[in-house]
């Protein structure tokens, strides 16, 4: 007998030992393979896997991580297996018929990679978009400091000029300094406009 297949036969006997469908003297072959399990449980540390098991022993989900417990014991210690597999026999319980695992239409894995992949794609593609007009879009030129420090130094003399010759000040359209003393105006301020720097 396989430790797979001897795991799940040793679970499905401690529930019907557990639900008290086990009578006779084979009920003194599973209470002995019960103390040898739950032994075995408490030497390694993994008792309370059996604890979630005995609280719903019909559960698949409960059964499981007792199965995997036994499994690995199993697979360990060869002589614990041969031991186990003996009381299992003497308990004259058939094991249990195989389930077939269910089957999703979409293998989980395959999902998974593919919904990882269209996600990164997706990323990937809005963050190259945002990169692409960060680097070539013109900031609109909607007069706060933010955007004035973003233009290049053409159109920063550009916007100033119109804006002295707008207020008909043609003196200060010629002066070489605007664009600093308006650069050094924002940069105290960076939250103001350039016509309140300007003032």
Same mark, same amino acid.
């Given at each position: 007998?396989?430790?797979?297949?001897?795991?799940?036969?040793?679970?499905?006997?401690?529930?019907?030992?557990?639900?008290?469908?086990?009578?006779?003297?084979?009920?003194?072959?599973?209470?002995?393979?019960?103390?040898?399990?739950? %032994?075995?449980? /408490?030497? $390694?540390?993994? &008792?309370?896997?059996?604890?979630?098991?005995? !609280?719903?022993?019909?559960? *698949? @989900? #409960?059964?499981?991580?007792?199965?995997?417990?036994?499994?690995?014991?199993?697979?360990?210690?060869?002589?614990?297996?041969?031991?186990?597999? %003996?009381?299992? /026999?003497? $308990?004259?319980? &058939?094991?249990?018929?195989?389930?077939?695992? !269910?089957?999703?239409?979409? *293998? @989980? #894995?395959?999902?998974?990679?593919?919904?990882?992949?269209?996600?990164?794609?997706?990323?990937?593609?809005?963050?190259?978009?945002?990169?692409?007009?960060?680097?070539?879009?013109?900031?609109?030129?909607?007069?706060?400091?933010?955007?004035?420090?973003?233009?290049?130094?053409?159109?920063?003399?550009?916007?100033?000029?119109?804006?002295?010759?707008?207020?008909?000040?043609?003196?200060?359209?010629?002066?070489?300094?605007?664009?600093?003393?308006?650069?050094?105006?924002?940069?105290?301020?960076?939250?103001?406009?350039?016509?309140?720097?300007?003032?």
């Amino acid at each position: 007998m396989s430790f797979p297949t001897l795991a799940e036969h040793v679970v499905e006997v401690l529930a019907q030992l557990g639900a008290g469908t086990i009578t006779g003297p084979r009920r003194r072959a599973a209470d002995t393979l019960f103390d040898a399990v739950i %032994g075995r449980l /408490r030497r $390694t540390g993994t &008792a309370s896997t059996f604890d979630l098991f005995a !609280a719903d022993p019909a559960a *698949p @989900a #409960r059964r499981r991580p007792l199965v995997e417990i036994l499994n690995r014991q199993f697979k360990d210690d060869p002589a614990f297996r041969d031991l186990i597999a %003996g009381m299992v /026999r003497a $308990t004259d319980i &058939a094991a249990p018929a195989p389930q077939e695992p !269910a089957r999703s239409v979409f *293998p @989980a #894995r395959k999902v998974a990679v593919a919904a990882t992949g269209i996600l990164v794609a997706a990323g990937i593609a809005l963050g190259a978009r945002a990169l692409v007009l960060n680097l070539t879009e013109k900031p609109l030129p909607d007069g706060t400091c933010r955007t004035f420090f973003a233009m290049t130094g053409e159109d920063q003399r550009s916007l100033l000029e119109r804006v002295y010759h707008a207020r008909n000040q043609p003196l200060m359209e010629g002066d070489p300094y605007i664009v600093s003393s308006v650069l050094y105006g924002c940069g105290q301020n960076p939250e103001r406009t350039v016509n309140d720097v300007i003032g």
